[in-house]
């Protein structure tokens, strides 16, 4: 106890258990000489020295059974009935099964050997209630299987427990049929292409959900589709989640099955996004490599449908001048989506898609230059490639970059960046990396001490002319990239610098005086070439932000409504995630209901930056940087601010919220 003062308690606590409570304060960190402090009620139990933890549990575990016996079943194990489930209570407990006033039932012999229940709503404008619902459904016989699905209050995945969202997937809807098919085995041969048990849920008139019960009574397979319009053109590949029905386990009966669940999630996702491309041979790559290429042709009746579900109806946009007409630049992500999207499907990207988030995106025209716009009716090449895989105490982040050019001179025209993270727990830190390019750095030396010292740098390589120009009152210029691999979040494994340093002669000639090159393959926490320009250096393009904190452009009402419906943006741009169209995939990834694309709400606010901040302009706009801070959902009213904070290298900073 280093200290006596009013946490002596604190230091007493710790100074009783910080072996027990931190392998960091055990000799060697070793497990197996953890200190386990036991309590006097444990103390007073330990009859055997050294007794193994699962003979402890075990003999706890054969205490509580005996008891049960001995109180209600006079010691004889013969008496203890058998259930299927043992979550249904005696039946003074039981719930009142509620009577069927909204919900029709029909039952019918398909043959000999199978038999369909079919329920519905009784009046298509009366939705029932979900217990009428669930008692409606599962009113036949062998359907404790269906019971679990529908009343157990968690579900098991992996060694976690979560809120069981099927209720709500299979729940009552106004125009929502459901038909149970049950086959009876008994004396027959069992169909191991045909389950014994399926549930089939129809939508106004559409099939979007399939259950099917193995032949074992356990396997639970589910099959939903990503959409009504996607199941009406026959080309829906369905979600597949697997189950595993445990009655014996009484709390959560129903566990999803983790073998190969990441793989299913990821082809199905193909499938919508990618229509089936990412082939495995490109996607065993490893993501600090891989590079995906494709053609678009910009078409001008597409750009049009684009603009309008937007709400950017600018002249340049709309066609009024064919020979003229050009692209917003949100339709950079249209073009770009597929090489985007196949970053996500690498092999060693591991992670949960239902799970994704986006975080932000970006449009930068290339090199700055206000002329270089997508033309309709030109063919672009689109290059896309992943920036970085970072794993963090919440998720795992996802950095991709896009780059649109020109297929006849190659020149760049748009870039794109999107980052994504999706949540959950990693830690294959073997796959992580990060590629940077650092923002332009000027160091000033002022004094012959600042030369020796970055002259003593060994991680600088001079040209044989520096003696000459690197003297005190020159002006470096520093332009770098880095490349790291990570052991940790925080923990880099190979770190690697490279880039140049010039200076400008009077004559304005630039000229090269050396090479930065530093490359350390070892753990470390930090970077010795960024630490000492962040120590001597200044940022090139250092913004100036006005002192008042700058004024208001908007000079009209910038309020809009969401669509209360996301098909038509999905449809054009491309991104046809079922999160923003299916109510019961996005139930089944976290989310309060279908929510709006963001990518939408990005662009509907951009359209304020080409009226106000670029007069109308949108050639003005040079980037558009944008970080979703929450959620928007279908019919939310929404309203933009925009303000001028400041101006770096000759341009204005607009800061742009929409909430």
């Not at 399926?198 to 399939?210: F, K, N, S, T, Y």
């Not at 001048?321 to 249209?334: K, L, R, T």
């Not at 020796?452 to 060994?458: D, G, I, N, R, T």
Request: hydrophobic share 35%; aromatic share 8%; proline share 5%.
């Amino acid at each position: 106890i280093p200290l006596l003062d009013e946490k002596f308690g604190t230091w007493f606590k710790k100074d009783s258990l910080w072996q027990a409570e931190f392998l960091e304060a055990v000799v060697d960190e070793d497990p197996q000489r953890v200190c386990i402090l036991q309590g006097p009620v444990a103390v007073r139990h330990s009859k055997k020295v050294n007794e193994p933890v699962k003979d402890i549990l075990d003999g706890i575990n054969s205490y509580h059974v005996n008891e049960v016996l001995a109180r209600h079943y006079n010691g004889d194990s013969q008496k203890v009935p058998v259930v299927e489930r043992t979550d249904i209570g005696e039946n003074e407990h039981m719930v009142e099964v509620p009577r069927l006033k909204n919900v029709k039932c029909c039952e019918e012999m398909v043959d000999r050997h199978t038999t369909r229940y079919t329920v519905a709503p009784l009046d298509e404008k009366v939705q029932p209630s979900q217990a009428e619902w669930v008692s409606a459904i599962t009113s036949g016989s062998n359907t404790d299987w269906l019971k679990a699905l529908l009343e157990s209050p968690v579900l098991a995945r992996g060694h976690f427990y979560r809120k069981n969202p099927i209720p709500f997937i299979l729940g009552p809807r106004s125009r929502r049929q459901i038909s149970l098919v049950q086959r009876n085995r008994n004396g027959g041969t069992p169909c191991s292409d045909r389950p014994s048990q399926q549930l089939r849920i129809v939508d106004d008139g559409v099939a979007m959900l399939e259950v099917d019960l193995a032949d074992d009574g356990r396997r639970i397979e589910f099959r939903i589709a990503p959409s009504t319009d996607a199941t009406k053109e026959g080309n829906a590949k369905p979600l597949v989640l697997i189950f595993e029905y445990k009655p014996e386990q009484a709390y959560c009966p129903i566990h999803e099955v983790s073998e190969g669940r990441e793989q299913r999630i990821k082809d199905f996702y193909s499938a919508l996004w990618l229509s089936g491309e990412a082939k495995k041979s490109a996607m065993a790559v490893a993501a600090r490599d891989a590079k995906f290429t494709s053609q678009f042709t910009i078409n001008a009746e597409q750009v049009r449908a684009f603009c309008k579900v937007i709400g950017n109806m600018s002249e340049q946009y709309s066609g009024v001048n064919e020979d003229s007409q050009v692209a917003p630049m949100d339709f950079g992500i249209v073009a770009a989506w597929k090489p985007l999207m196949q970053c996500l499907f690498i092999e060693n990207v591991k992670g949960d898609l239902l799970r994704l988030v986006h975080l932000s995106n970006g449009f930068r025209r290339c090199n700055g230059n206000a002329s270089k716009s997508l033309t309709v009716g030109a063919t672009v090449n689109v290059t896309s490639e992943i920036e970085c895989v970072l794993n963090t105490a919440s998720g795992k982040k996802v950095a991709v970059k896009a780059v649109i050019s020109c297929p006849d001179t190659g020149e760049h025209i748009l870039q794109v960046n999107s980052q994504f993270f999706i949540r959950g727990m990693f830690d294959d830190f073997e796959n992580t990396f990060k590629k940077s390019t650092e923002d332009p750095v000027q160091v000033s030396l002022r004094t012959p001490k600042d030369v020796a010292v970055l002259k003593s740098k060994q991680w600088v390589s001079w040209s044989p002319s520096v003696d000459d120009l690197l003297k005190p009152g020159v002006e470096l210029e520093f332009r770098l990239n880095t490349y790291a691999e990570f052991e940790a979040e925080n923990v880099t494994s190979l770190l690697v610098t490279k880039g140049s340093i010039t200076t400008e002669l009077p004559t304005k000639e630039v000229v090269e005086l050396g090479v930065v090159h530093y490359e350390y393959q070892g753990l470390a926490h930090g970077n010795p070439v960024t630490a000492y320009l962040e120590r001597n250096g200044t940022l090139l393009e250092q913004p100036v932000m006005f002192e008042d904190g700058g004024y208001k452009l908007e000079t009209e009402e910038t309020s809009f409504g969401a669509p209360v419906s996301n098909f038509a943006y999905g449809r054009v741009s491309g991104d046809s995630n079922p999160i923003h169209v299916n109510e019961s995939i996005a139930h089944w990834a976290g989310l309060p209901d279908t929510i709006t694309h963001g990518m939408w709400t990005s662009a509907a606010t951009r359209r304020f930056v080409e009226i106000f901040a670029a007069e109308n302009d949108p050639s003005r706009v040079v980037s558009y940087q944008v970080d979703f801070v929450d959620m928007v959902c279908p019919g939310d009213r929404l309203h933009t601010t925009l303000s001028h904070l400041g101006m770096t290298n000759g341009r204005k900073i607009i800061q742009v919220s929409t909430f």
